[in-house]
């Protein structure tokens, strides 16, 4: 069994950065692609970034790009999420995520954290 934990949520304001971070454990990930997710109060949960196991292949929703960036360390079992320059419309609970293979798209995930709530303040 593999439980995704995630860390690094806050309150701050536009303009801010945060980092967070995903640890695995149960078993190791490092053959499995890792994914960020973000659902705002009354939303469905979108995607934000993926990065392959190997961390060579990244893909960005285009809402963060050129803020965000994903990064991982297999030794550590853990991904991150860098987020800078945040906006009022970046609040949301942010989830991480792992699947085989690689992809965007939530229905191919197999694992899910509990999230972490990001607020941002105007």
């Known amino acids: 069994q593999v439980q995704l934990v995630e860390s690094g949520g806050g309150l701050v304001q536009a303009g801010d950065s945060l980092r967070l971070s995903c640890t695995a454990s149960?078993?190791?990930?490092?053959?499995?692609?890792m994914g960020w997710f973000r659902q705002a109060p009354g939303k469905e949960r979108d995607f934000v970034a993926a990065?392959?196991?190997?961390?060579?292949?990244?893909s960005y929703a285009d809402s963060v790009k050129g803020r965000f960036t994903i990064s991982r360390d297999n030794a550590q079992n853990t991904s991150y999420l860098q987020m800078n320059s945040l906006k009022p419309e970046d609040t949301a609970a942010y989830y991480c995520a792992a699947r085989p293979g690689f992809g965007v798209y939530r229905q191919g995930y197999e694992y899910w954290g509990q999230g972490t709530r990001v607020t941002v303040s105007s």
């Open positions: 149960g078993r190791s990930l490092s053959r499995s692609a």
């Open positions: 990065i392959s196991w190997t961390g060579g292949v990244a």
